[in-house]
Each structure stands twice: as structure tokens, then as C-alpha cells.
């Protein structure tokens, strides 16, 4: 009787975290003589580039999520379990989840990022990220009640801070963000609220640096910043926020804003369980790790993705915290395992940078190739087309098609529910 995989003796792989690194490499270590443990907290992948359009009503949480287990089912030596790391034994090789406890031959960490409020816990307690897809449905239900709360108030002012939209932050998520609220501002509006005066609802995009999109080119910038001026979004750059109690955002040398959205899109930060020493840990809490994902002097340990700071010559504070780097990332690291199983030398990892882009809206998108800067409808077709393909499943494709055709059409973002009020957190966050 053949054997079954259960009863092999497999060197076992433990890997922390089915985002894009993740879930690239337990698809590589598929049928390869490993016993694999993909272990997240979430039962599902979350497509984040998308996240933006579920916290504006344009695609559903289901257009972006897929079941883990889903994807992989047909690998007979993986296994998930929804776990919540809590802490890592790399003197006894194994992660302490509270789901019980797994021993590792290999541990691979892919557990990516999280939000950064720099040490501010009036902004972590009274903002609102943009990372997860309940974060997503937050948003989208507060602003949702925001307008609704502006309708029925009398006071100005409280109007006011109902119909001022504040992003902090004007990387990717920032601009798209805001693009997005301009376009309900423009669409939606006039017919969902038509006792609102749209001219009172404002976008203010806030960034500390001198541009917008600055890990991208500078022409990619300045095109961006004038899609979103033309569409009505209010630009504030070299601007600080220094705090925040709920309702009014105070800004360094300028006079504050009265808000109740104020959404923080302004850093992200290594999401490290508890476990490795400091000396470990690089800036912005990340792990160090050499070329070959391994992180010096820790047997049988690496990590890959956001978490990971692969340092180079040409990248002396690690690659960007980009899906592609992590796409790219997951498949090398399982091609390294199945070398490292073979007494094979190991290969360092290139990235092939092909790119980076973002959407300001209907039309309008900037993207940086390699030798080329797009701008404007092409820009945004590549956009679109790059998007749907990195989806993990065809059902999230032809899902995210069809309501991008269909807001595409009728000019609106339909799914404007409200299905689990938010209810705001005081300055002790409860
Ligand atoms: C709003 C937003 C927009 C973005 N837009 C773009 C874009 O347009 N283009 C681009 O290239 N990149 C974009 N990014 C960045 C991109 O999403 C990340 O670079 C990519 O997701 C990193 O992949 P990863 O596998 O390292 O981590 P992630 O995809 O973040 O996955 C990490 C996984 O680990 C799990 N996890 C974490 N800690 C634990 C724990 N203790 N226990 C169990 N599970 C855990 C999480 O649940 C998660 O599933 C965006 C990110 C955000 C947030």
C-alpha cells in the first residue's frame, strides 16, 4: 500500500502569514517533499491595493478576500490552520500561537505590516487606518453616516466637521483614497444626498513630504497632484499633524481642520510577533535579513515580504514594501528551501522591478515603467488590466470586472451600505 504524505518524514516549514510572500510560497513548496503549516490570523488573502475601493463602496469585501483554505486545497503536503502568532521559540524552533504550538525545521516569516502611528496614541486612538478589510467597512460605514449626520444637524460647525474628509498621508493609499472620495463628492452626492450642498464636502490630502506619491517619479507626482487639484482635492504638502482629540486636527505652524474622518495613511510598520532579539530588528520593524532571505544567526529561520529588510548594496535599507518584491520574493524563497533540501548552493535574490503605478480616479491614473511615464486614460487601462491579473482567484477577477464596469457605467459606487455602523473610539481607545 503507497505510503500517505502524513506518514513521510518531510523537513517541516512553518510560514507565518498567507499575504502575497506567503501564499507565492506555499504554492512553490506545493507537492516538493516539505510538510507545510501556513498559519494567519485571518482566514483569507486580502488583495490590500484594493482596499481603498471597498472603503469608498465601490467593490464588496468579497471581490478582494479569498479563502486560504481555498487556495490550498489541491496541495496535498499544506496545511492551514487560522492561527494568531504570539511569539517565536528560535532556541526550541517553534511559534507559539494561540492555537497551540508548532515545530519548525524551516520558519519563514511573512507576516507584512502594520499601521504607524509614530508613538501617538491620540492619533492611533481617534484615526482610522486603511490596512485590513474590516478596516475597509469601518471606513466605508463612517463616512456613510457622516452624511447622514450632516443632514439632519443644524449646527454649522458640526456640519462642518461631518463633511470634512482628511486623509494624512499621501503615498499610493492617500491619493487613491482621496480620488475615489472626489468622485462620490462629484457622483453620488448630488443624488444620494440631494439636500447636501456638495461645495461644503471636502477632501484635504496631508503630507509631511514635499510631493505626492514620493516613492514614485517626480514627474508621476506632479501629474498626480494636478489630477487630484482638477478634481477638487485640497493639498497640503510639508504639513505635519501633531495631534488630534476627535473633532479638530491640529497641524504644525497652520490652523487646525475640523473633522471627524480623518483617515491615516501616513506609515506602515513591520509587523514583528514578539520573539527575536533587538540587534535583530531593523528600522521601521522590520527584520534583517541577507540576500538569501536568511536571517543571520538564526538556523533554519527567514523572512520574506514587508517584513523583510534585505539589505544591499543598491538597497541599503531593504527592497520597498511593495506586492511585487513580495510576489517575487515568495516563489525564490521556495526554489532556495527545495536547493537548501538538495545540498544545492542557494541564489541571492534580484528583484525585477517592473514598475509602480496608481489611480487618481475615473480615467486618470500616472504609471513609472522602467523607460516610460504614463499619465491619463492609458495610464489608467494599464492600471486596471495589472490589477485584475495579480487577484488571487478568476472569482475575484470576473467579481471586481463586472463592478468596475458597472460603476464605470452608471457613473456611481453601488455598494453604499451601511450594514455595521462604526462607532468611534474615545482617546483611551474604548
Ligand atoms: C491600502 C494598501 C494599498 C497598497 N497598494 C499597493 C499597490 O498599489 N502596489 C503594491 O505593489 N503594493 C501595494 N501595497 C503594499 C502591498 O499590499 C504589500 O507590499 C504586500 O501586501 C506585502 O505582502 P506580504 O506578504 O509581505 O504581507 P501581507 O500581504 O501584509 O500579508 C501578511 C499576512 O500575515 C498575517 N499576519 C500578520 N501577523 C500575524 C500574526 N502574528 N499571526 C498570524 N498571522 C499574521 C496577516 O493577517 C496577513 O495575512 C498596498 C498596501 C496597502 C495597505
Not at 472620495?181 to 503630507?207: F, G, Q, W
Not at 458597472?406 to 455598494?415: D, F, G, K, Q, V
Request: proline share 5%; net charge neutral; no cysteine.
Amino acid at each position: 500500500m503507497a505510503e500517505k504524505f502524513e506518514d513521510l518524514k518531510y523537513p517541516v516549514v512553518v510560514i507565518i502569514g498567507g499575504g502575497f510572500a506567503g501564499l507565492e510560497l506555499a504554492k512553490k513548496l506545493s507537492r516538493k517533499p516539505f510538510k507545510v503549516y501556513l498559519l494567519d490570523r485571518h482566514n483569507y488573502h486580502t488583495f490590500q491595493p484594493l482596499l481603498y475601493q471597498v472603503a469608498t463602496g465601490g467593490l464588496g469585501s468579497d471581490a478582494i478576500a479569498y479563502p486560504l483554505r481555498k487556495v490550498i486545497g489541491p496541495m496535498p503536503n499544506v496545511s492551514f490552520r487560522m492561527a494568531e502568532v504570539q511569539r517565536m521559540d528560535t532556541d526550541n524552533k517553534k511559534v507559539i500561537t494561540d492555537v497551540g504550538d508548532f515545530a519548525y525545521d524551516y520558519l519563514v516569516l511573512a507576516t507584512g505590516t502594520k499601521t504607524n502611528y509614530f508613538g501617538n496614541s491620540a492619533l492611533q486612538n481617534l484615526t482610522m487606518p486603511l490596512k485590513t478589510i474590516p478596516e475597509a467597512l469601518d471606513i466605508r460605514s463612517y463616512f456613510l453616516q457622516e452624511f447622514e449626520k450632516a443632514l439632519v444637524e443644524q449646527s454649522l460647525s458640526t456640519q462642518e466637521a461631518a463633511l470634512n474628509f482628511v486623509i494624512v498621508g499621501a503615498g499610493p493609499t492617500g491619493v487613491e483614497l482621496a480620488g475615489a472620495m472626489a468622485e462620490i463628492r462629484k457622483n453620488v452626492m448630488p443624488n444620494d444626498y440631494r439636500e447636501l450642498d456638495p461645495s461644503r464636502m471636502h477632501i484635504h490630502l496631508i503630507e509631511a513630504g514635499n510631493r505626492v506619491l514620493a516613492t514614485m517619479s517626480e514627474k508621476s507626482s506632479r501629474d498626480a497632484q494636478k489630477f487630484l487639484e482638477d478634481i477638487g482635492v485640497e493639498i497640503m504638502l510639508n504639513t505635519m499633524v501633531t495631534g488630534y482629540d476627535g473633532k479638530e486636527l491640529k497641524l504644525k505652524d497652520q490652523e487646525s481642520i475640523l473633522a471627524e474622518t480623518v483617515i491615516w495613511s501616513a506609515g506602515v510598520m513591520g509587523n514583528l510577533p514578539e520573539g527575536l532579539p533587538a540587534s535583530f530588528v531593523q528600522r521601521g520593524n522590520r527584520i534583517k535579513v541577507d540576500e538569501f532571505g536568511q536571517v543571520p544567526g538564526l538556523d533554519g529561520v527567514f523572512a520574506i515580504g514587508d517584513i523583510a529588510a534585505m539589505i544591499s548594496e543598491k538597497h541599503p535599507n531593504g527592497y520597498p514594501m511593495l506586492g511585487s518584491v513580495a510576489i517575487q520574493q515568495g516563489p525564490w524563497l521556495g526554489e532556495n528551501l527545495i536547493r537548501l533540501a538538495n545540498n544545492q548552493p542557494l541564489r541571492k535574490f534580484v528583484y525585477k522591478d517592473k514598475g509602480s503605478m496608481a489611480t487618481v480616479g475615473r480615467n486618470r491614473a500616472v504609471v513609472d515603467l522602467p523607460f516610460i511615464h504614463l499619465k491619463g486614460i492609458i495610464a489608467w487601462y494599464i492600471w486596471m488590466f495589472v490589477h485584475l491579473m495579480l487577484l488571487v482567484s478568476f472569482r475575484n477577477r470576473v467579481i471586481v470586472f463586472v463592478n468596475w464596469a458597472w460603476n464605470y457605467l452608471s457613473y456611481e459606487r453601488a455598494i453604499r451600505l451601511i450594514i455595521r455602523p462604526y462607532k468611534k473610539k474615545d482617546l483611551n481607545g474604548e
